[in-house]
C-alpha cells in the first residue's frame, strides 16, 4: 500500500508512531510521514531544525518525512499549547498538499494523541488524493481538556465537542487503543466506524540495549529500583509518587526512580530537595534506544495516573514497554491500565492516588521471592507477544487501512 502517515509528533521525538512507520516500511509498504518540527516535551527545538520553513528530510535512510513550521511548545502554559496546536493545524493546510502534489496515497493514517485538530490538514489532503482516512485515536477529546484542566468552560467544551464530532464524520475509520475508548468515541461518531486497534512497541529494540552511564547504573545495580519512565507531567500522579517516596524512607535499599522530563521535572527536584529524599532519583531524560537496558536492570516497573475517568479508560503506551521488558509492574491507576496487568498476571495493582496501598505493593514486591517477582515478568512477556507484538498488530494495521476489518460491536 501507498500510506501517508500524518502526526504533529515524529521521530527524533519518542512516540510509538516512529516504530509503526519503520515497521510498515520493512513488511514492504511506501510510506511518507507528513509532521512538524520537533519539540516535545521539553518545548524547545531540537538541534538541527528550526521553528519556520518546511524540510525534507529521510528516516532510516529510505523513509521520506516532510515538516511544516511550527510554534514551539516552549516552556509550556495556554498560549504556547494553543499557538503550538494552531500553528501544525494551519500550516499543514498550507502547505502539505503542495509538499505532498506528486504523490498518491491509498490510506492516510493520523496519529492522534493531543492534539486532535492535527486531523484537519489530512480530511483536506484525503479530499485530494481520495485515500482513505484512519484516525488513530489516543486521547478523548474534550474529555480529556476537562481532565486536564486546560479547558473548564463548559460552552468551550461543547464547541470542541462539536469539531471532534466534525472531525470525525470525516474519517472513513476510527482506530481506538483501549476498549475503553469505544463507548466514549461512539458518542461523537457511528459506532461502525470505530476498530480496536491497541499501541505497542517493537520488542526487537530489547536484544539492542546499549550501556548506561555510571550513575544510573550504579543505582540500579546497587538497590531495589522501583523504575517510571515517561512524561513527567500533570497526567502522572507525581504528588502520589512522592508521599509513596516519604513513606518508604525507612527501607535503606529501595529506591524510586522517576526517569524522564516535563512540565513537573522542576516541581520534583524542588519536592525532593525539601522533603530531603535520597531515595528519589531523577536522572532525568535518556534516548529511547537506552530505555530497554534501564527496564532490564530495574526491579520493578512503575506506572501512575491521576484518579480521573478519563484516565481509567486509557492503556498507557508504556505499560506494553514494561510487558515487552518483562519486568513486573506495580501499576497505581485504575481501569483498563490496571486490568491489562493484573490479567496479564504481570504484577500489582493499586487503586489511582492511593498512597498507602501502591506502598504496600511495593513492600510486598520487595519482599516477594525472586523467582516468583521473574514469573511475573515471563508472564508480562508472554500476554505482550500474544496481544501486542508490532508485527502481527501492524499486519493487522494494513487491513484496516484497507477496510478489511470489521467494526467493534462490542467489549
Given at each position: 500500500?501507498?500510506?501517508?502517515?500524518?502526526?504533529?509528533?515524529?521521530?527524533?521525538?519518542?512516540?510509538?508512531?516512529?516504530?509503526?512507520?519503520?515497521?510498515?516500511?520493512?513488511?514492504?509498504?511506501?510510506?511518507?510521514?507528513?509532521?512538524?518540527?520537533?519539540?516535545?516535551?521539553?518545548?524547545?527545538?531540537?538541534?538541527?531544525?528550526?521553528?519556520?520553513?518546511?524540510?525534507?528530510?529521510?528516516?532510516?535512510?529510505?523513509?521520506?518525512?516532510?515538516?511544516?513550521?511550527?510554534?514551539?511548545?516552549?516552556?509550556?502554559?495556554?498560549?504556547?499549547?494553543?499557538?503550538?496546536?494552531?500553528?501544525?493545524?494551519?500550516?499543514?493546510?498550507?502547505?502539505?498538499?503542495?509538499?505532498?502534489?506528486?504523490r498518491e496515497f491509498d490510506a492516510i493514517l493520523v496519529f492522534a494523541p493531543s492534539p486532535?485538530?492535527?486531523?484537519?490538514?489530512?480530511?483536506?489532503?484525503?479530499?485530494?488524493?481520495?485515500?482513505?482516512?484512519?484516525?488513530?485515536?489516543?486521547?478523548?477529546?474534550?474529555?480529556?481538556?476537562?481532565?486536564?484542566?486546560?479547558?473548564?468552560?463548559?460552552?468551550?467544551?461543547?464547541?470542541?465537542?462539536?469539531?471532534?464530532?466534525?472531525?470525525?464524520?470525516?474519517?472513513?475509520?476510527?482506530?481506538?487503543?483501549?476498549?475503553?475508548?469505544?463507548?466514549?468515541?461512539?458518542?461523537?461518531?457511528?459506532?461502525?466506524?470505530?476498530?480496536?486497534?491497541?499501541?505497542?512497541?517493537?520488542?526487537?529494540?530489547?536484544?539492542?540495549?546499549?550501556?548506561?552511564?555510571?550513575?544510573?547504573?550504579?543505582?540500579?545495580?546497587?538497590?531495589?529500583?522501583?523504575?517510571?519512565?515517561?512524561?513527567?507531567?500533570?497526567?502522572?500522579?507525581?504528588?502520589?509518587?512522592?508521599?509513596?517516596?516519604?513513606?518508604?524512607?525507612?527501607?535503606?535499599?529501595?529506591?524510586?526512580?522517576?526517569?524522564?522530563?516535563?512540565?513537573?521535572?522542576?516541581?520534583?527536584?524542588?519536592?525532593?530537595?525539601?522533603?530531603?529524599?535520597?531515595?528519589?532519583?531523577?536522572?532525568?531524560?535518556?534516548?529511547?534506544?537506552?530505555?530497554?537496558?534501564?527496564?532490564?536492570?530495574?526491579?520493578?516497573?512503575?506506572?501512575?495516573?491521576?484518579?480521573?475517568?478519563?484516565?481509567?479508560?486509557?492503556?498507557?503506551?508504556?505499560?506494553?514497554?514494561?510487558?515487552?521488558?518483562?519486568?513486573?509492574?506495580?501499576?497505581?491507576?485504575?481501569?483498563?491500565?490496571?486490568?491489562?496487568?493484573?490479567?496479564?498476571?504481570?504484577?500489582?495493582?493499586?487503586?489511582?492516588?492511593?498512597?498507602?496501598?501502591?506502598?504496600?505493593?511495593?513492600?510486598?514486591?520487595?519482599a516477594m521471592d525472586p523467582a516468583m517477582r521473574e514469573q511475573m515478568g515471563r508472564a508480562?512477556?508472554?500476554?505482550?507477544?500474544?496481544?501486542?507484538?508490532?508485527?502481527?498488530?501492524?499486519?493487522?494495521?494494513?487491513?484496516?487501512?484497507?477496510?478489511?476489518?470489521?467494526?467493534?460491536?462490542?467489549?
Amino acid at each position: 500500500m501507498k500510506i501517508l502517515v500524518l502526526s504533529q509528533y515524529f521521530w527524533p521525538e519518542s512516540f510509538i508512531i516512529n516504530d509503526i512507520v519503520r515497521t510498515l516500511d520493512e513488511q514492504g509498504h511506501d510510506v511518507v510521514v507528513a509532521t512538524g518540527k520537533p519539540n516535545y516535551p521539553d518545548g524547545d527545538i531540537f538541534e538541527g531544525y528550526r521553528a519556520g520553513g518546511t524540510q525534507r528530510e529521510r528516516y532510516l535512510e529510505r523513509i521520506d518525512v516532510v515538516r511544516v513550521p511550527l510554534w514551539p511548545r516552549g516552556a509550556g502554559g495556554a498560549r504556547n499549547l494553543i499557538l503550538n496546536y494552531l500553528s501544525f493545524v494551519l500550516a499543514g493546510l498550507f502547505y502539505l498538499p503542495w509538499l505532498l502534489r506528486k504523490r498518491e496515497f491509498d490510506a492516510i493514517l493520523v496519529f492522534a494523541p493531543s492534539p486532535i485538530l492535527q486531523a484537519i490538514p489530512a480530511i483536506l489532503l484525503k479530499w485530494i488524493k481520495r485515500a482513505r482516512l484512519a484516525l488513530w485515536v489516543q486521547d478523548l477529546w474534550p474529555e480529556s481538556l476537562a481532565a486536564t484542566g486546560f479547558v473548564r468552560n463548559r460552552l468551550a467544551l461543547r464547541l470542541v465537542g462539536g469539531l471532534v464530532r466534525g472531525i470525525y464524520r470525516c474519517c472513513d475509520t476510527l482506530l481506538v487503543q483501549s476498549h475503553a475508548f469505544v463507548e466514549p468515541v461512539s458518542r461523537y461518531a457511528a459506532r461502525d466506524k470505530i476498530v480496536y486497534f491497541p499501541n505497542s512497541m517493537d520488542s526487537r529494540a530489547m536484544a539492542h540495549a546499549p550501556a548506561l552511564p555510571e550513575p544510573l547504573g550504579d543505582v540500579l545495580a546497587n538497590h531495589f529500583c522501583v523504575v517510571f519512565a515517561g512524561n513527567l507531567g500533570t497526567a502522572q500522579a507525581l504528588d502520589t509518587l512522592v508521599e509513596a517516596a516519604v513513606q518508604l524512607c525507612d527501607d535503606a535499599d529501595l529506591r524510586l526512580v522517576l526517569v524522564g522530563s516535563g512540565s513537573r521535572s522542576a516541581w520534583l527536584q524542588e519536592r525532593k530537595q525539601a522533603l530531603g529524599l535520597d531515595n528519589l532519583i531523577l536522572p532525568g531524560r535518556f534516548p529511547m534506544d537506552m530505555m530497554p537496558a534501564i527496564f532490564e536492570r530495574s526491579a520493578v516497573l512503575l506506572v501512575s495516573l491521576n484518579d480521573q475517568d478519563i484516565f481509567a479508560q486509557t492503556v498507557p503506551s508504556k505499560i506494553q514497554a514494561y510487558l515487552a521488558a518483562g519486568r513486573p509492574i506495580a501499576a497505581s491507576l485504575n481501569g483498563e491500565g490496571a486490568r491489562v496487568v493484573i490479567e496479564a498476571g504481570a504484577g500489582m495493582a493499586s487503586a489511582a492516588e492511593q498512597v498507602e496501598a501502591l506502598v504496600d505493593n511495593l513492600r510486598r514486591l520487595k519482599a516477594m521471592d525472586p523467582a516468583m517477582r521473574e514469573q511475573m515478568g515471563r508472564a508480562g512477556r508472554a500476554y505482550f507477544d500474544q496481544h501486542f507484538e508490532m508485527s502481527a498488530q501492524v499486519q493487522r494495521l494494513v487491513k484496516v487501512l484497507s477496510g478489511n476489518i470489521a467494526p467493534c460491536t462490542g467489549r
